[in-house]
């Protein structure tokens, strides 16, 4: 019988698809990976990796074990976490990765609170894109996703928290800067910086501005940018415009810049868990989400759905 060792070892390597990454993350020499693993194929009568494949990829076989793999470890490690229920204080580990857009402006806002008021929960947070937060949730390797929504995924619960409304970016001496209030119409795809691809957010930007990209803010010159902050600094010394999320908005317009908010109904994203189906670690999450809805600004737990428009994306 396959010990749970060599379970875990198998989806190191499924994970890094590297014999010495998987060794490392496994905190094992590569020699006793790769002897475990031989002694499993050996025992089970199959190849579980190609190795001769650069990266190592599983065989036909080894794809079917490494399903049931993923499976008898996240049941395995079910047991402590159903020993730990009776607990009256949360504890145990906690995996929670959010998207980039969010993580600069949201985390610092609970991270202190939440390790105060729980301090035997170990919480690792770490930046992620949408896609790769969904590729992390199925392979079990983090509990919960911070991200936007909706995303309509088969497996997955979304948890609502709020409702982020989008805000332009603009220099003060930009024409629009004249107006109070922004409509959709008003933007012309080419004055915009975009986020670059992987991003939800730079499909919002898209969809928000009906862009066809046929130029540029520079016309010899295309940029777009991994972090909203870059964008922020385009704006300020090269002109043009961006679209920012209220958190990354509010408070945070550089020197001659400002933020012009839109009119009804305001473009916005809804922020929110994403999660397993069948996630026993709920207690914490339901922590988390208290947390959070403590400190977001007031006006975001004011805002009321009829006045804004989610403006959905493609996960």
Request: with cysteine; charged share 25%.
């Amino acid at each position: 019988m396959p010990s749970l060792t060599q379970l875990e070892y198998v989806l190191a390597v499924d994970r890094h698809r590297h014999f010495g990454k998987a060794a490392k993350a496994s905190f094992v020499t590569q020699p006793t990976l790769s002897q475990q693993l031989q002694k499993l194929e050996d025992e089970l009568g199959i190849v579980l990796f190609d190795r001769t494949k650069k990266p190592i990829l599983p065989t036909q076989a080894g794809k079917l074990v490494i399903e049931q793999a993923r499976i008898a470890v996240a049941e395995f490690k079910k047991i402590a976490l159903l020993a730990r229920q009776d607990d009256q204080e949360l504890s145990g580990e906690f995996s929670l990765a959010v998207i980039p857009t969010l993580a600069p402006y949201l985390i610092p806002l609970f991270i202190e609170k939440f390790s105060k008021l729980h301090p035997k929960v170990n919480l690792h947070i770490e930046e992620l894109q949408t896609a790769q937060i969904l590729r992390a949730l199925d392979q079990d390797e983090i509990d919960a996703g911070l991200l936007v929504t909706p995303l309509g995924q088969p497996g997955f619960e979304e948890d609502v928290l709020f409702y982020e409304p989008f805000y332009l970016y603009l220099r003060r001496d930009h024409p629009l800067a004249k107006k109070e209030k922004m409509d959709e119409k008003d933007m012309d795809g080419s004055e915009l910086w975009l986020l670059k691809e992987g991003h939800c957010f730079r499909e919002q930007m898209i969809r928000i501005c009906s862009l066809d990209r046929k130029s540029s803010v520079l016309k010899n010159v295309t940029f777009e940018s991994g972090n909203l902050e870059t964008l922020k600094r385009l704006v300020d010394l090269n002109g043009g415009y961006t679209l920012l999320p209220y958190l990354a908005a509010i408070g945070r317009a550089g020197v001659g810049s400002l933020v012009k908010p839109f009119n009804r109904p305001v473009p916005s994203r809804e922020v929110s868990f994403a999660y397993r189906r069948l996630q026993l670690k709920r207690p914490v999450l339901a922590a988390l989400k208290a947390v959070i809805l403590e400190v977001i600004p007031d006006e975001l737990r004011k805002l009321k759905p009829k006045d804004l428009e989610v403006v959905g994306i493609s996960a």
